[in-house]
C-alpha cells in the first residue's frame, strides 16, 4: 500500500520561506515521477512544480517559478518543496503526488499540509 505523507507546513509572514516534505513508501519511489499540487481557496487545483523520477527534470506553474524549487532524494524516498518569498496567495493546501503515467493522471496523494502566508 502506497502511503505519502507531507510536513513542514505552517504559518509564515509574507517574504518568509518553509520547506515541505513528503516521505513515500509502498512502492519504489524512483520509479515516480512526483510533484507538489496546491488548492487554494477560490481557485482550481494547480501543480505548483513537478520533479522527474530521476529528478534530472523540473518544472514549475508560472506563479511561483523563481521562487519555489522542488528536489528530491531517491535513497531517503523523499521530495522536497523550498518555498522561499512567500505571498499570501501562496496560501492552500498543498499536496504531494506522484505516479508513472503523465500529470494529472496520477495515483498516488499524500493527505495535504496547510501553507498559510499572512499579510
Known amino acids: 500500500q502506497v502511503q505519502l505523507v507531507e510536513s513542514g507546513g505552517g504559518l509564515v509572514q509574507a517574504g518568509g520561506s518553509l520547506r515541505l516534505s513528503c516521505i513515500f513508501s509502498g512502492r519504489t519511489f524512483s520509479a515516480y515521477a512526483m510533484g507538489w499540487v496546491r488548492q487554494s481557496p477560490g481557485k482550481e487545483r494547480e501543480i505548483a512544480a513537478r520533479?522527474?523520477?530521476?529528478?534530472?527534470?523540473?518544472s514549475y506553474a508560472d506563479s511561483v517559478k523563481g521562487r519555489f524549487t522542488i528536489s528530491r532524494d531517491n535513497a531517503k524516498n523523499t521530495v522536497y518543496l523550498q518555498m522561499s518569498s512567500l505571498k499570501p496567495e501562496d496560501t492552500g493546501v498543498y499536496y504531494c503526488?506522484?505516479?508513472?503515467?503523465?500529470?494529472?493522471?496520477?495515483?498516488?496523494w499524500g493527505q495535504g499540509t496547510q501553507v498559510t502566508v499572512s499579510s
Open positions: 503526488a506522484g505516479g508513472d503515467r503523465p500529470w494529472p493522471r496520477w495515483d498516488y
Open positions: 520533479i522527474s523520477s530521476t529528478g534530472g527534470s523540473t
